[in-house]
């Protein structure tokens, strides 16, 4: 059996679910970086996500991620997690073969989901969120490699 996880909904494939990353909001990634590299990590991408409020690095860790969150202010969503919960575990990342099939089979389930729409996010990756309500108190992000970029 196949390390990943496989369904269809209505015929279209879902396939290859598997953890993608971990989100962890910190008040700096300057400062955080730090222990991921004294373990002999290191931060491979940066980028800032405006429309989320939030700067992003990717720390590849086997076949998956961390995915150091830092706030570009106190307002975004991630500055309010740190206010409420202090650093730490924000999200967890589903990657999935077919995002749209993935929202569909999960709308139809009544499964809350947070995002408006299917988001563009960093690495221009496709994304939405699902409401810990929904998961068991996790925020779950569903998110797919762009078509036009190698998922490595």
């Given at each position: 059996m196949s390390k990943q996880m496989e369904a269809s909904v209505?015929?279209?494939r879902i396939g290859g679910a598997r953890i993608d990353h971990l989100g962890i909001a910190v008040e700096s990634i300057a400062e955080a970086r730090g222990l991921y590299e004294a373990l002999g990590l290191r931060v491979t991408h940066e980028e800032t996500v405006e429309h989320e409020g939030v700067r992003t690095a990717m720390i590849p860790l086997g076949e998956s991620r961390v995915e150091l969150l830092e706030p570009l202010g106190p307002e975004?969503?991630?500055?309010r997690f740190l206010s409420?919960?202090?650093p730490g575990l924000h999200h967890v990342a589903l990657h999935v073969?077919?995002?749209e099939a993935a929202w569909a089979e999960l709308q139809r389930r009544g499964v809350t989901i947070v995002s408006p729409a299917i988001q563009?996010?960093?690495g221009g990756h496709l994304y939405f969120f699902v409401h810990p309500k929904s998961t068991g108190g996790?925020?779950?992000e569903i998110c797919q490699v762009p078509i036009c970029q190698d998922p490595a």
């Open positions: 209505g015929g279209a975004t969503t991630v500055g409420k919960r202090g073969d077919n995002i563009t996010g960093a996790v925020l779950l």
